[in-house]
């Protein structure tokens, strides 16, 4: 069974520029999660979907990330502008019902 | 307010050594309990959980845990160090309800000397 698949694994863009995140969930699983990492500090919730609708985005930073789920399958998260603080680590998870979340490798985004 | 702590942001043991990772956390009830590693150019891969139960729990890579409620911990344990086990380590708590979703804590670092 394949796992939690994302990509990129790594994008580099300029300060300004637009990036989307693209996650592919467990099949079947109908909860997904963003988390973010900037370095060197705490890997952070941004928001929750169950199927597509977002259930919970009270973690996401500002209105220059746009998550969606089309379909209660893949999600993706667009950021646009992308600001320098914006650089660190994406991961998202699944999870079918209760408790253990399932993570992805993660996206590293750059901005410069 | 619900967080974790890992007192130690990087910890050097010599392979073959015991290791100890702490982490406490605070929350309004018992929560699950996790520990993920992340190794260099890898994903977060889970090592333990708890859930309820028997407070010691086992995991992956002989890796253990105890959940001590009057203390909130969930230290993570390891009989003798491998050179691959030089990672970074998070102690995550999950929530029981609504949306599950984790806090974790900023990490430790583990380096391991041959």
């Known amino acids: 069974e394949a796992g939690v698949t994302q990509f990129p694994s790594h994008s580099v863009i300029e300060k300004g520029q637009t990036v989307t995140l693209r996650c592919d969930p467990i099949?079947?699983?109908?909860?997904l999660y963003w988390y973010r990492r900037v370095m060197g500090k705490e890997i952070k919730f941004l928001l929750h979907?169950?199927?597509?609708?977002?259930?919970?985005e009270s973690g996401m930073p500002n209105n220059r990330f746009l998550a969606e789920r089309t379909g209660g399958t893949y999600s993706t998260l667009k950021v646009q502008p992308a600001e320098l603080e914006d650089s660190g680590v994406y991961f998202c998870?699944?999870?079918?019902?209760?408790?253990?979340?399932?993570f992805g490798e993660g996206s590293r985004l750059t901005v410069l | 307010a619900q967080s974790v702590t890992q007192p130690d942001i990087h910890i050097t043991v010599s392979e073959g050594a015991s290791l100890e990772l702490r982490c406490n956390y605070s929350?309004?009830?018992?929560?699950?309990l996790f520990w993920y590693v992340q190794s260099p150019g890898q994903g977060l891969q889970l090592l333990l959980k708890?859930?309820?139960?028997?407070?010691l729990v086992q995991g992956i890579k002989g890796f253990e845990a105890e959940f001590k409620r009057s203390q909130s911990s969930f230290n993570l344990r390891k009989p003798s160090v491998h050179w691959s086990d030089a990672a970074e380590y998070f102690c995550?708590?999950?929530?029981?309800?609504?949306?599950?979703?984790?806090?974790f804590g900023t990490g430790t670092r583990l380096k391991v000397l041959a």
């Open positions: 998870a699944s999870s079918q019902v209760t408790g253990e979340l399932f």
């Open positions: 099949s079947g699983h109908d909860n």
């Open positions: 979907f169950v199927k597509e609708s977002k259930q919970d």
């Open positions: 929350y309004g009830a018992t929560p699950y």
């Open positions: 708890y859930f309820s139960g028997d407070t």
């Open positions: 995550a708590v999950g929530a029981t309800s609504g949306t599950y979703k984790y806090i």
